[in-house]
């Protein structure tokens, strides 16, 4: 038996990382280039003592609970409904789209016969993506997908990922719903949790094994070598057995086939001595230039009546991920184009020459997961991985 | 032609003044008992300048806007969606019960598979009564539906009507609904205003017409009188034309066939020198003795964020109407029993023997109006009014 190295400590390598370790009872090293756990739900206590999560907003949300359940081993998870406004000619209203926000745009009174046609039309459906409406053969709804379309998702989508929206991917354009109700819950998930500690918190009792070795400010790549004719990979000239990888796929391979294109956020914080600084825990601002949301954290994990007189804003402005710009080395999504696609595939081929790396996680299998589907999907990979152990062993 | 006279000055009595003084350029004197305009609307400014409905709070919800538009002639309508919380087994949930007070009633797990039956089973449908619920084949739904009679409902009408639940009538227990979706709003009405300066104020501007006289502090019955054999009315010994009646029918007529049941409120106000006493603007006591409702009237009036140091709330005691009593001398709510409905029908077939009485609102049609329908009603009433008078001109 060699070793098993997993690369990155967001849900995905943590995870995998404490299941393999406890539940096949194997000696797990985890590498992390950072110096700290937990990807990108990193979350610490800035010194006002307001608990910031230094890579934007994340929340559980999610129609199973067992996925809160399984969290619920390493943290304590109290409820959280995420809330989200959207600053639209000078106005906030309610994300996504719903017939609240569709009043306050068009105005209450042409809202009513546009409110009874959408009723009719989408009879028993939750949520409808936005391109329906566009594509609607009514022409009332059709201008009003268009106006949505034009006032608070052609400049956002613009901005988000750098790009003309005819050239996104349409799985992400599909994305972006309008709630066929007054449902003013950002996301219409059942379950919407936060750890009570912190991200942070959590990931840290999630790694707390015995069988964990944990290696902080480490570069994996500067340690794995691939044996292309042997098909072996070593890990400081040592056989790996199994190779968990959850970073950037093309570095793995030395971006032997072209750098895959990822989106960054640079954060910029602003403190204020104000009690509250934003109507809510988020806006988004689609007309604003250069920068997509703001994040007021207070709200998120004290509630607006904390008694400091001081609040901090966390903007995102958007940005090319580029490993040399110090604004914008952190991967955060992958650009779904046809091209980006191509170049994954061409990467992946070359991962399978391997039979014993396992890709987990956005970065490392360039798609666009949520939280929810991260973790219940890494839960999944640990059935093959044990299987695949057990037959070993 | 003799005089119209209008007795009471809500909703019906004052647009129907209006309409009659403005629209028939006729002259009205409108009657009113009370020192005030507006009926159960009246609101007026506390010492501390917190906008107080002395009646208990009232918001304009109707699925019309034209609704809207018609009291935009007298005040600025601002929207505001109401909100109520429930406080139950010692939590504050959300009312009516939705999918959010199901999972905070039987805990998010048991919610799961509960959730997923109720979607199926109630697809499309925004809101069902609990009787259904409590009705339904599946045990689970049944027992549900139980729980929730039991714990927010038994008691809560008990105490509204000071009745036993088996003896009130079935058209208002399906007043009480369930929400199949986590739609938080208390009302599920498009539209959802109030006036910005109360409603007092739109009343004042209502009557305030050339052709309306105003007689506060009148009890228009000392005047009124009925002629048995001509079947003529008149007040103050000369005839009338018109009568438009929308107090209690029983004291119209000398309460001959005895006394209709009205339920009413004693409004007890409690000031406290905090900026916030209850954590949303109406809490619904289901499970408390003897009162069912507070609401804090500055969080309807002014937003919680005011910066009075003291606020105020007014909680709600439910009595039977008694005129004698001077906690209990204001008729609320129509107690629709069996043998009110037979002693109201005798009333009516009273009223029907002289062709120039008009009966319109709660009180005088003995109907559990909402304050839309009531609007609604009073404009229709109008029109076979306004088609009565041309028809004599």
Known sequence: MGRIIIVGTGFSGSILARKI??????KV??????????????????????????????????????????????????????????????????????????QQLVGAKKSETLLAKLREKFYGRDRVPIFELVESDDAEISKYGNLLFEKAYRTYTAKQW?????????????????????????????????????????????????????RLNTDALVHICFDDKKHIITYDGEEVELLVFTGNIDELFGLKFGRLPYRSLDICYTYERRKSILPEEIVSYPQALGYTRSTEYKKITYGIDQDIPISMIATEYPLEYDPNNEKANIPYYPVLTEESQRIYAKYLIEAKKYDNIVLC???????????????????EKFNEIRERLEKKA
Chains 1, 2 share one sequence.
């Open 162 to 214: 750098g790009l003309q929206p005819e050239e996104i991917d349409k799985s992400v354009l599909e994305r972006v719903p309008m709630a066929m109700s007054f449902d003013a819950r950002y996301i219409n998930k059942d379950f919407q949790y936060l750890p009570r500690d912190g991200f942070t918190a959590l990931f840290k009792n999630m790694l707390n094994y015995p069988n964990i070795e944990l």
């Open 29 to 102: 090293v985890v590498i992390e280039k950072r110096s700290h756990i937990g990807g990108n739900m990193y979350d610490e206590y800035d010194e006002y003592g307001i608990l910031v999560q230094r890579y934007g907003p994340h929340f559980i949300t999610t129609n199973k609970y067992s996925i809160v359940e399984y969290l619920e081993k390493y943290a304590e998870m109290i409820p959280h409904d995420v809330r989200l406004l959207s600053f639209v000619d000078g106005n906030f209203v309610q994300l996504p789209f719903n017939f609240r926000t569709l």
């Open 21 to 26: 370790a406890e539940e096949c009872n194997r």
């Open 361 to 379: 996680g956005r970065l490392a299998e360039y798609r666009y997961y949520n939280m929810d589907v991260c973790i219940e999907h890494a839960l």
